[in-house]
Nanobody, 116 residues
Framework: QVQLVESGGGLVQPGGSLRLSCAAS????????MGWYRQAPGKERELVAT???????NYAGSVKGRFTISRDNAKNTVYLQMNSLKPEDTAVYYC??????????WGKGTLVTVSS
């Protein structure tokens, strides 16, 4: 059974930084995209960033230049370094693993609050 466990969320002041981590356990295809999505109160879930097992990345326009996604394939772990955080980045951040030829998995989410 595949499980995704996120960590690293919390309260940060505007302009601050946070690093999210997501560790995937269980049997996951090596051909996949790992990434982060977020859902703010009253809004739909949206893409933040993804990175494929071959290294291709995709970022939402609102986070380009501020957020960096990375992954450790050996550890099935994906990270999201978030810098220059803004109040509008406040949301629950969800880890996602999308197997190219199989399943799609979600974590339970970690709350990021950007406020002074």
């Amino acid at each position: 059974q595949v499980q995704l466990v996120e960590s690293g969320g919390g309260l940060v002041q505007p302009g601050g930084s946070l690093r999210l981590s997501c560790a995937a356990s269980g049997s996951i295809s090596s051909d996949n995209a790992m990434g982060w999505y977020r859902q703010a109160p009253g809004k739909e879930r949206e893409l933040v960033a993804t990175k494929t097992s071959t290294g291709s990345t995709n970022y939402a326009g609102s986070v380009k230049g501020r957020f960096t996604i990375s992954r450790d394939n050996a550890k099935n772990t994906v990270y999201l370094q978030m810098n220059s955080l803004k109040p509008e980045d406040t949301a629950v951040y969800y880890c996602n693993v999308d197997e190219f030829y199989g399943m799609n998995y979600w974590g339970k989410g970690t709350l990021v609050t950007v406020s002074s």
